[in-house]
């Protein structure tokens, strides 16, 4: 019986360091799904997710002899390429985040999937739109404690080593996010709690002229 | 104020996005990725644009003749060629190939060649053999004499370190007032009248050597 091993992410970078093309490709493929996330949620707009992606592996062919894995681990290396990188296009073209916006409606299909009760269904999944739209909104500075915190599970340490602060700004900045993602859903929130369920259920119930 | 509820709320709609996006990928990316990094080069040096050449060219045209207000020798003195030889690395002529360039460009406190001819491409001296009067320096006419020198020679304008030598120079011709060329001993008859002199540009920029345009010969920039 014989066991096969992956290499680990250091034995690939060396590899791909001396040129082979197979290693950067398995980096790739173990990586992408991650850097291709972070840019989309931070850019909401899946064409500069992908140029996001595509540079940030390109980058990482560049720069791969800086990589020390005693440091942090590669998945976080390639956050902070994808951070920088998001940064940049994030300055350069503000409004295209804005015109982006439109197109970040999440998956309602998804969404309407987690209750049976259709208004809730509903609700959620608009609730989930307006949220996405919120964190997109957010300064760019919130903006990534939440997308690296809330969306994609790294612990706050990982998450200052990414945005090069400290530990306890991402906390603040963190809470502070949450504050105004929450002013700023407020009217979907509200509606969720249950004595807006009724209402809620009302409204959708009981036909109007605009919805006939 | 946020309360509970909203909190908590918001807490189960962020996990909802989190959970959507974990589906997020962009796998017909590799090919794209694989395909620029293969393509990717290392970033060449941008050469040394054309402006900047002139721009130093000038700069050292104006503030080197400056420098040079207080002659060190005056003239017709003797100057002490073991003095001036103790400032330059002195090359190892017979090591040079032979030389190719028609015209020799002349040294002064160090040996300056015309681009692109390499320093190895000096014209022999028409001097002693000794290995003193070999050396660029004892064929300097600064070092024989201040006022004495060749309109085809260069004056130096720096000291020039054998590593340097090695490179290739560019020449740059430009116009200055007759009294910006003191390093040249020119006459001052006419200190405003507009003159045509050569720098000698270094692989760094700087201007290493300045001479008199020859009289009769064809500016680079006017014959187009």
């Known amino acids: 019986m014989s066991v096969t091993t992956e290499p680990t992410d250091p034995e690939l970078l060396e590899r791909m360091v001396s040129g082979d093309r197979e290693a950067l490709a398995i980096i790739f493929r173990r990586h992408h799904g991650t850097v291709y996330r972070f ?16 540079d940030v592996f390109v ?3 560049k720069t791969a002899g800086r990589f020390n894995p005693s440091v942090a681990s590669l998945s976080t290396y390639l956050y902070g390429i994808a951070r920088n990188l998001v940064l940049q296009r994030y300055k350069r ?11 970040i409606g999440g998956d309602d299909e998804s969404a309407l999937a987690v209750s049976s009760d259709p208004t809730d269904q509903l609700a959620r999944a608009q609730a989930t739109r307006q949220l996405r739209q919120a964190i997109l909104r957010l300064p760019v500075h919130y903006r990534e404690v939440v997308v690296l915190c809330e969306l994609n599970g790294l612990s706050y340490e990982d998450a200052a080593g990414i945005a090069g602060c400290p530990v306890g700004t991402v906390r603040s900045r963190l ?35 605009n919805n006939c | 104020m946020a309360d509970s509820h909203e909190e908590q709320l918001l807490t189960a709609l962020l996990g909802g996005i989190a959970r959507e996006d974990e589906r997020l990928a962009a796998p017909h990316l590799e090919a794209r990725v694989l395909a620029a990094a293969g393509t990717e080069e290392i970033p060449r040096r941008r050469p040394m644009a054309p402006y900047l050449v002139i721009a130093a060219a000038l700069v050292s045209a104006v503030i080197v003749p400056v420098l040079y207000r207080t002659p060190s020798t005056p003239a017709g003195a003797p100057v002490n060629q073991d003095t001036a030889i103790t400032e330059v690395a002195i090359p190892d002529k017979s090591a040079q190939p032979p030389v190719v360039e028609k015209t020799p460009v002349l040294s002064t406190a160090a040996p300056i060649v015309e681009s692109p001819i390499e320093q190895s491409a000096l014209a022999p001296s028409p001097m002693a053999d000794s290995p003193v009067a070999q050396s660029p320096i004892a064929q300097s006419p600064i070092a024989q ?10 004056i130096p304008l720096m000291p020039i370190t054998a590593q340097e030598l090695t490179g290739s120079f560019q020449i740059v011709r430009v116009q200055m007032p007759r009294a910006s060329l003191g390093v040249l001993r020119s006459a001052l008859e006419q200190p405003n009248e507009l003159v045509e002199a050569d720098v000698l540009l270094g692989e760094d920029g700087m201007a290493r050597g300045i001479r008199l345009a020859v009289s009769g010969s064809v500016s680079p920039w006017r014959s187009r």
């Open chain 1, 93 to 103: 073209s503000r409004v295209r985040t804005e015109i982006a916006l439109d197109a």
């Open chain 1, 59 to 61: 980058a990482l062919t």
């Open chain 2, 145 to 154: 004499s201040p006022v004495t020198h060749s309109p085809d020679e260069f």
């Open chain 1, 39 to 54: 840019s989309r949620q931070m850019l909401g707009s899946k064409e500069a997710a992908e140029d996001v992606t595509q």
């Open chain 1, 175 to 209: 809470s502070r996010a949450r504050q105004i993602l929450i002013e700023r859903c407020r009217t979907v929130l509200v509606t969720d709690k249950p004595e807006g369920r009724e209402q809620r259920a009302k409204r959708w119930l009981i036909p109007t002229k």
